[in-house]
């Protein structure tokens, strides 16, 4: 089965400062989500990468898939305290099984002012 | 559009009872899942529905089971429960199989 480690565990930040958060799968990803989860709540949708090398954005926020498809990065710029929160990685297999998406235990993220 | 949406949002059951979370996904998505979400065991995928039929099952009890209606809403039940479901149960949605998923703000259960 698809294991995905999430680095670091944790994260303290200043704001206004740069970060970046990491997700290495044991298998070639498929599809590759990012999610943010405030604690005890939904998880929003940020990002879904399937092609190596994909790179996309949103506001401050982009997340980039690598060429052999076995890991991908978070990177926020210029972080904000709106940005705290817990960050997952999902990722499914193959076309059966794309809708069952398995997770990294999640990165928490804390914005200090 | 509305999101998805989760009834109830908090449950308190006892053992040995058995219970029923209820998810109505984002207006046309067609595929549902749900996932129980635990700090020892983090996210884990619980089943997915299309077409009102389960199409992929994770790893658990057959007191977990669930259905999907002819338009896309869905049920979980979980029979005889244990202190261990105590849980945070997700449903998501998704336009068609292996599309983006959305996730509803989840059904808080505790049992005692």
């Known amino acids: 089965s698809q294991e995905l480690e999430q680095s670091p565990q944790s994260l303290i930040v200043q704001e206004g400062k740069n970060l970046t958060i990491n997700c290495t799968s044991s298998?070639?990803?498929?599809?590759l989500y990012w999610y943010k989860q405030k604690y005890g709540e939904g998880l929003i949708f940020l990002m879904m990468l399937q092609k190596g090398g994909e790179e996309k954005s949103h506001e401050k926020i982009t997340a980039k898939l690598d060429e052999k498809k076995q890991q991908s990065s978070l990177h926020i710029t210029a972080s904000q305290p709106s940005h705290a929160g817990i960050y997952l990685c999902?990722?499914?297999?193959?076309?059966?099984?794309?809708?069952?998406?398995?997770f990294g235990t999640g990165t928490r993220l804390q914005v200090t002012l | 559009k509305a999101g998805v949406t989760q009834t109830p949002r908090y449950l308190i059951k006892t053992r040995g009872q058995q219970v029923t979370l209820s998810c109505s996904p984002i207006?046309?998505?067609?595929?549902v899942s749900w996932y129980q979400q635990t700090p020892g065991q983090g996210l884990q995928f619980l089943f997915e529905y299309f077409s009102e039929t389960q199409r992929n099952k994770g790893n658990f009890p057959g007191r977990f089971s669930g259905r999907q209606f002819s338009n896309s809403r869905s049920e979980m039940n979980v029979s005889t429960l244990e202190l261990g479901d105590s849980a945070l149960y997700l449903c998501a949605s998704s336009i068609n199989r292996g599309y983006e998923q959305y996730f509803g703000p989840g059904t808080r259960l505790t049992v005692t």
């Open positions: 207006s046309g998505h067609r595929s």
């Open positions: 298998k070639t990803l498929y599809g």
């Open positions: 999902g990722a499914h297999g193959d076309t059966g099984t794309a809708s069952k998406l398995t």
